[in-house]
């Protein structure tokens, strides 16, 4: 069974359980650990239906019988819109695939108890055709990105020289663009951010011949990690790396792993994989940590999340609403005629739970 976010993929897991049926689910915050092993679950028989986003459509086979679509629409980062047509045939296609032992796949919608949970016909027919090939996908591939390199921006020595960099380099890249109609050079108002994150956390002055802890290097090698300037961890590695500041303290003793809830133990694996890549990046030097301890942080928290997901109990409220415990769409805390009661008048007097 398939939706577009966390929420509506707890509060599907949930509607099937108290349906008395046996399920699972598997989602992109899900650390990788735990994902082979809801894969596994499903693959051996443990369990009859594993609810997932469309991270099913991205190398994962199983022997998938069936795919219902409970929804045929998702949040791009930007808007709430309807699947494009290959995107839908990625995951149709996860139904039969050969080599499992699935045999003939079938692919339909899944008509939920949730508000706002739609799956449309005629998109999962025009999926389905698209997977057998009968119809092109819609895929097209017109445009490449430009990003900048070290190399590119001249290699500046010092940290404050790096939006001047920057901004040349953009210069550049448009005029480039212009001769090339595939050409798009790389926003970098990200990389910006992750240097204002990095400046803030090691109190560096902003101005061009402003002294920093390291050199201008270190410091792309820093804002170029991937790993987002909101990230909780991304402010702690700054200052580990340029102003060699522990990080010890991140790394949780395994009894308290094994009391986190779901949520608390998604977050830390996060962090865990976040420390991963700079430490892979910079060694020692990131907080005095090493890969063998934050990889043995992240497969205690994964073994958290096999563990509450295979109790087989709701794994959170979603899809319930707060007042009255009647069905809501999955991305709200009430319903809406509570919602509604919630911000009317009565006698004006706000009522305001």
Request: overall charge positive.
């Amino acid at each position: 069974m398939v939706a577009f976010s966390r929420k509506a993929v707890l509060a599907l897991h949930r509607e099937l359980l108290e349906a008395g049926r046996s399920a699972t689910v598997l989602y992109g915050a899900m650390p990788p650990a735990a994902r082979r092993e809801q894969i596994r679950r499903l693959s051996e028989g443990e369990v009859e239906v594993i609810v997932t986003t469309d991270v099913i459509g991205h190398g994962v086979n199983l022997p998938l019988s069936a795919v219902a679509f409970a929804e045929t629409g998702k949040y791009d980062g930007r808007s709430r819109r309807e699947l494009l047509i290959w995107e839908a045939g990625q995951i149709a296609g996860r139904a039969g695939r050969r080599g499992h032992d699935a045999g003939e796949g079938l692919v339909g919608g899944y008509r939920s108890r949730l508000p706002g949970l739609t799956p449309r016909a005629r998109l999962l027919d025009q999926a389905v055709q698209a997977a057998n090939g009968a119809r092109p996908g819609s895929l097209r591939v017109t445009t490449a990105q430009l990003r900048p390199t070290w190399t590119d921006l001249g290699q500046p020595k010092q940290p404050g020289e790096i939006p001047h960099a920057l901004a040349g380099w953009t210069a550049a890249a448009r005029t480039a663009a212009q001769e090339r109609s595939w050409l798009r050079p790389m926003p970098v108002d990200e990389i910006h951010t992750k240097l204002l994150a990095a400046r803030q956390a090691v109190g560096a002055p902003p101005d061009v011949s402003g002294r920093w802890p390291r050199d201008g290097h270190t410091v792309w090698s820093l804002i170029t990690l991937p790993i987002d300037a909101d990230r909780p961890a991304y402010p702690a590695v700054c200052r580990a790396v340029l102003n060699g500041a522990a990080l010890h303290h991140l790394i949780r003793p395994r009894t308290i792993i094994e009391r986190m809830s779901l949520s608390h133990a998604e977050e830390y694996a996060a962090t865990m994989r976040d420390l991963r890549t700079a430490v892979l990046a910079f060694g020692r030097e990131c907080g005095g940590l090493s890969a063998e301890e934050v990889a043995v942080g992240e497969q205690a928290a994964a073994e958290r999340i096999n563990q509450l997901v295979a109790a087989s109990r709701p794994l959170a409220t979603h899809g319930s609403c707060a007042s009255c415990g009647e069905p809501c769409a999955p991305w709200y805390t009430h319903c809406d005629a509570c919602h509604s009661a919630r911000f009317s008048c009565n006698d004006g007097v706000r009522l305001d739970w």
